[in-house]
T-cell receptor
Framework: ETGVTQTPRHLVMGMTNKKSLKCEQHLGHNAMYWYKQSAKKPLELMFVYNFKEQTENNSVPSRFSPECPNSSHLFLHLHTLQPEDSALYLC??????????????FGPGTRLTVL | GENVEQHPSTLSVQEGDSAVIKCTYSDSASNYFPWYKQELGKRPQLIIDIRSNVGEKKDQRIAVTLNKTAKHFSLHITETQPEDSAVYFCAASIGGTSYGKLTFGQGTILTVHP
């Protein structure tokens, strides 16, 4: 349960605030992901990083800004969010397998509320 | 892009019964199909996965079957127990340059009544 950690676990912010979510993986993986989980919606992939390089941006609004300084850490910087951005934000990590996708391990998530 | 449909959205069974959840996918290039279990307030956890080179995989009370021709795969849980109650998500992924991109189904809320 401690392979992928996320902080903070809960965050309440106003629409004009700037905050950051942090994810850290201790599994030796080299791919990291941000997902958004809203009520009654499937998990939505936001960003993918392979070897610190962003390989996927799933049409995410620019008010979400990811940063991956190394293969173990991933950040999601938030600014001028909207109430509809309230959701559970999940981080995940995996190894890279050129022949296919490897298992993704999820963090506990950050429950974000935008007022 | 890939689209994954999952049914049913809710499933209620009696303890000891079997439960089956089905998913269909749209992209025939998808080759990796994991199933995740998410208990209330917890992270999604992988329970079983299957790759396109096999048709069935079992792990104790859990099995997954894959029909590549029809582009659907199913999760089978036998002898259900109350602790199986959770939300189950299927997903599909294409390998190669799109590796890592999982497309999830909408989820199934499974309730096992004692």
């Amino acid at each position: 349960e401690t392979g992928v950690t996320q902080t903070p676990r809960h965050l309440v912010m106003g629409m004009t605030n700037k905050k950051s979510l942090k994810c850290e993986q201790h599994l030796g993986h080299n791919a990291m992901y941000w997902y958004k989980q809203s009520a009654k919606k499937p998990l939505e992939l936001m960003f993918v990083y392979n070897f610190k390089e962003q390989t996927e941006n799933n049409s995410v609004p620019s008010r979400f800004s990811p940063e991956c300084p190394n293969s173990s850490h991933l950040f999601l910087h938030l600014h001028t969010l909207q109430p509809e951005d309230s959701a559970l934000y999940l981080c995940a990590s995996s190894s890279i397998r050129t022949s296919g996708t490897d298992t993704q391990y999820f963090g506990p998530g950050t429950r974000l509320t935008v007022l | 892009g890939e689209n994954v449909e999952q049914h049913p959205s809710t499933l209620s069974v009696q303890e000891g019964d079997s439960a089956v959840i089905k998913c269909t996918y749209s992209d025939s290039a998808s080759n990796y199909f994991p199933w995740y279990k998410q208990e209330l307030g917890k992270r999604p956890q992988l329970i079983i996965d299957i790759r396109s080179n096999v048709g069935e995989k079992k792990d104790q009370r859990i099995a997954v079957t894959l029909n590549k021709t029809a582009k659907h795969f199913s999760l089978h849980i036998t002898e259900t127990q109350p602790e199986d109650s959770a939300v189950y998500f299927c997903a599909a992924s294409i390998g190669g340059t799109s590796y890592g991109k999982l497309t999830f189904g909408q989820g199934t809320i499974l309730t096992v009544h004692p």
